[in-house]
């Protein structure tokens, strides 16, 4: 299985910070990795696919890169609706795995 | 774009079963796999497996195996998810969710989520 590894676990940051959450596979990946947020209580929402892609509707204060093993998911302005967790999710291999998840809380 | 509702929660004593639907509406139920993923209390995300609605065809993770039955309805367009044998280990939040474009294992929805407690 590959292992997802986030870091940080968790982070406090202030409004209008740029915030960086770093994913680290086992393995390589071949750029097959996803970024999903949620918010208590509700279903995790996709955020970006294929390392960089943004899926429709999510702010362009959002962005991924990475290749290979390292992987970064990028919020350049934090909102007061970003706080929430943010996990990492492969998809290039089964069994699909997830990061433990990054929480985003207010500083 | 579509969406998935979710059947409501369910307690369960150990040892029994659990049968979680997951109702599809808004888009062609067969054009997408279904995946089941799971949350237990304040922990992260666990991939369960994949049903393909069109032909039934299933994959599931190893740690399941033996365990889950992902099963589907075309006529009512409603995937099912039945996890037997339970434990208070499998009390979590289970999620449906469906592939994104081109995407099987990419999940732009996703189901509200249903709460299984396993207690005795």
């Known amino acids: 299985d590959i292992q997802m590894t986030q870091s940080p676990s968790s982070l406090s940051a202030s409004v209008g910070d740029r915030v960086t959450i770093t994913c680290r596979a086992s393995?390589?990946?071949?750029?097959?990795l996803g970024w999903y947020q949620q918010k208590p209580g509700k279903a995790p929402k996709l955020l970006v696919y294929?390392?960089?892609r943004l899926e429709s509707g999510v702010p362009y204060t959002f962005s991924g890169s990475g290749t290979g093993t390292n992987y970064t998911l990028t919020i350049t302005s934090l909102q007061p609706e970003d706080f929430a967790t943010y996990y990492c999710?492969?998809?290039?291999?089964?069994?699909?795995?997830f990061g433990q998840g990054t929480k985003v809380e207010i500083k | 774009q579509g969406q998935l509702v979710q059947s409501g929660a369910e307690m369960k004593k150990p040892g029994a079963s659990v049968k979680v639907s997951c109702k599809a509406s808004?888009?062609?139920?067969?054009?997408?796999?279904i995946n089941w993923v799971r949350q237990a209390t304040g922990q992260g995300l666990e991939w369960m497996g994949w049903?393909?609605?069109?032909?039934?065809?299933?994959g599931y993770a190893q740690k399941f195996q033996g365990r889950v039955t992902m099963t589907r309805n075309t006529a009512t367009s409603t995937a099912y998810m039945e996890l037997s044998s339970l434990t208070s280990e499998d009390t979590a939040i289970y999620y449906c969710?469906?592939?994104?474009?081109?995407?099987?294992?990419?999940?732009?929805?996703w189901g509200q989520g249903t709460l299984v407690t396993v207690s005795s």
């Open positions: 969710a469906r592939g994104l474009g081109d995407y099987d294992y990419v999940w732009g929805t």
């Open positions: 808004g888009y062609t139920f067969t054009s997408k796999n």
């Open positions: 049903m393909n609605p069109n032909s039934g065809n299933t």
């Open positions: 393995q390589a990946i071949s750029t097959s």
């Open positions: 294929a390392t960089s």
């Open positions: 999710q492969q998809y290039y291999s089964i069994p699909l795995t």
